[in-house]
Nanobody, 127 residues
Framework: QVQLVESGGGLVQAGDSLRLSCAAS?????????????MAWFRQAPGKEREFVAG????????DYTDSVKGRFTISRDNAKNTVYLQMDSLKPEDTAVYYC???????????????WGQGTQVIVSS
């Protein structure tokens, strides 16, 4: 099993920045290293379906973003710390959502179905 714990959410004003973190742990890392997992962030706004936000390859060498966050959000990972980050700049009220960290060892694309999910962290952007 993989446990994912998000942190860094909060209430900010439009134009502010936040950095979300997601720490991965679990017995699986005695067999498979963190670098073997493709990581991503999803979000779910009130009354809306959960959507893909950003994904990063195992090595961190490539990333992928949904159009609405391109140029404002940056996903990164520290494989030595088993942690993935989401730097969110120029936040907008429409970025308000619960943000979820996800992981999967088998995916070959960033926008697939992830097997492990965190509990989520709330981000609220006021206008």
């Amino acid at each position: 099993q993989v446990q994912l714990v998000e942190s860094g959410g909060g209430l900010v004003q439009a134009g502010d920045s936040l950095r979300l973190s997601c720490a991965a742990s679990g017995r699986t890392f005695s067999t498979y290293s963190f670098i073997q997992y493709r990581m991503a962030w999803f979000r779910q706004a009130p009354g809306k379906e959960r959507e893909f936000v950003a994904g990063i390859s195992r090595s961190g060498g490539s990333d992928d973003y949904t159009d609405s966050v391109k140029g404002r959000f940056t996903i990164s990972r520290d494989n030595a710390k088993n942690t993935v980050y989401l730097q969110m700049d120029s936040l907008k009220p429409e970025d308000t959502a619960v943000y979820y960290c996800t992981a999967d060892r088998r995916l070959t694309t960033s926008r697939g179905t992830y097997g492990f999910w965190g509990q989520g962290t709330q981000v609220i952007v006021s206008s």
